[in-house]
């Protein structure tokens, strides 16, 4: 079985790789390698929204979260990042079509100013915690068929997708991720049958079977036994619902659309059809509690595969888990790249060197940078949060600057100034403090810090228009 998937696996990633070549030949400019100039169609829009977010972090790490944690963690996984996409697709996908921008830190740079696109373009180091998740959840894949460990397996699967993304940028991406999300999608609801089958005869009765055999604390939605817990609960709500809302990946993938009511209807459907298929996880989560042994750890969903399927289907299970994993992490590494290489260092050089090239070599300074936070021993939840909470400002300064017509400039740049001050004083006093137990942000940091960022813009700018008055 080894030596098949070894074989599968050579085969998947040249056959990516030959896409990316084939996608390769329509980049011509720096417009067609960060968003496909502008011509995706409806279905690889909306693919490629999906496959972006249904990856490791939904199909790996949620199972194993849940599985430890229970259901009360589907507010961030399926539900808030469900609902994240649609609020995208109504609110924000149109009007930001409209710009005809590249990256969000062009957004903010046109209606706040340099500073502000300089603000936001440091709020795209979120992704190198995001990206540790994926390649977290590809390794531990890697530790249950081939025993490999998992910081061997952090490094080998960075440098295989480094060299996978630096080919072909967005058309890539959106060609391969219509390819991915399919055989990911077959092989997730094959092998919730398969579970559910182990509780009853069909689909049905398997779950309710599931739910009367399991623990009753597996099954509370709103955790109230604390207040911490419920604060952390609250914190994954907003994290869910606003966070995603306003970063680089999606926002990339909507200016990427062949109009404003492509990105809308794209975003909305993949939104939906994540929250249904993203519901498959956390029964397998739920299952594995019952039917695997406790020192598995991580990598719950392989571990059920390996359990349940014949070895042919075992093969073909782990190809599509890792083909969720590149379509998810090409992307991680492709949008703040994108973003650092047309903001921060391109406007330095001035044109000396092309955009494509500064784009590709952020790529693999990113992914350098991800796996070694990947090998360092966060737990994958937690880099989750810590990652997710610093796009929360983003979302405050980018409905501000799709809606608020004589939006001031020092709103913006205060609120997403502040916002990046708070995270960093929180994640910096965590490591002063040595506490390696615990979550890396406090429960609540996530609500508190969107609510301030509110604040801060509403504040700011009503002081400023009651100055302008007085003069």
Not at 125 to 140: D, E, H, N, P, T
Not at 246 to 275: F, H, P, W
Not at 320 to 349: E, F, H, K, Q, W
Request: with cysteine.
């Amino acid at each position: 079985m080894q030596l098949a998937l070894g074989i599968g696996l050579i085969v998947f990633f040249s056959l990516m790789v030959g896409i990316s070549l084939l996608a390769s030949k329509r980049i011509h400019t720096g417009e067609d390698y960060i968003v496909a100039g502008r011509g995706l169609s409806p279905l690889m829009t909306t693919a490629t929204i999906m496959a972006t977010w249904y990856a490791a972090e939904t199909i790996l790490v949620t199972a194993d979260w849940v599985r430890t944690d229970g259901i009360n963690v589907m507010v961030l996984e399926p539900i808030g990042i469900g609902i994240c996409l649609m609020i995208a697709g109504w609110f924000f996908a149109r009007r930001l079509w409209d710009t005809k921008m590249m990256t969000l830190a062009d957004v903010f740079g046109q209606r706040f100013g340099p500073v502000a696109e300089k603000l936001q373009a440091f709020t795209s180091i979120s992704y190198i915690g995001w990206v540790a998740v994926q390649l977290i959840g590809l390794a531990g894949v890697f530790n249950v068929f081939f025993d490999l460990p998992v910081s061997t397996g952090i490094l080998l699967i960075t440098f295989v997708l480094t060299l996978y993304t630096l080919i072909g940028g967005m058309w890539s991406v959106a060609m391969t991720d219509i390819v991915q999300l399919g055989l990911l999608l077959i092989g997730i609801v094959l092998l919730t049958l398969r579970v559910l089958a182990e509780f009853g005869g069909d689909a049905l009765s398997g779950v309710e079977q599931l739910f009367d055999q399991l623990d009753a604390e597996l099954l509370v939605f709103v955790p109230a036994e604390s207040s911490e817990s419920l604060q952390t609960w609250v914190g994954l709500i907003v994290i869910g619902v606003f966070a995603n809302a306003a970063t680089q990946d999606l926002a990339q993938r909507m200016l990427s659309a062949r109009s404003g009511r492509v990105a809308e209807k794209s975003a909305v459907i993949a939104g939906m059809l994540y929250i249904v298929f993203g519901a498959l996880p956390v029964l397998l989560g739920l299952s594995g509690s019952l039917l695997l042994d406790d020192s598995i750890a991580i990598g719950v969903i392989p571990a059920l595969a390996e359990l349940l399927f014949s070895p042919t289907l075992s093969v073909i299970f782990a190809l599509t888990l890792t083909a969720a994993v590149t379509s998810s992490v090409d992307s991680g590494l492709l949008a703040p790249a994108s973003v650092i290489a047309r903001n921060v260092v391109g406007p330095i050089l001035k044109d000396r060197v092309s955009l494509i090239t500064l784009t590709r070599i952020s790529v693999v300074a990113i992914a350098i940078v991800s796996a070694s936070l990947a090998m360092s021993g966060t737990r994958a939840s937690e880099l989750i949060q810590a990652s997710y909470s610093l796009t929360l400002p983003s979302f405050v300064v980018l409905f501000a600057a799709l809606y608020h017509k004589d939006a001031r400039k020092l709103p913006g740049v205060l609120t997403i100034g502040t916002g990046i001050a708070l995270w960093l004083y929180e994640i910096i006093g965590k490591i002063l403090s040595d506490d390696t137990g615990g979550d890396v942000l406090s429960p609540g940091f996530p609500a508190i810090l969107f609510v301030l960022c509110i604040v801060v813009y509403v504040v700011t700018d009503r002081i400023i228009r009651l100055f302008e008055r007085g003069k």
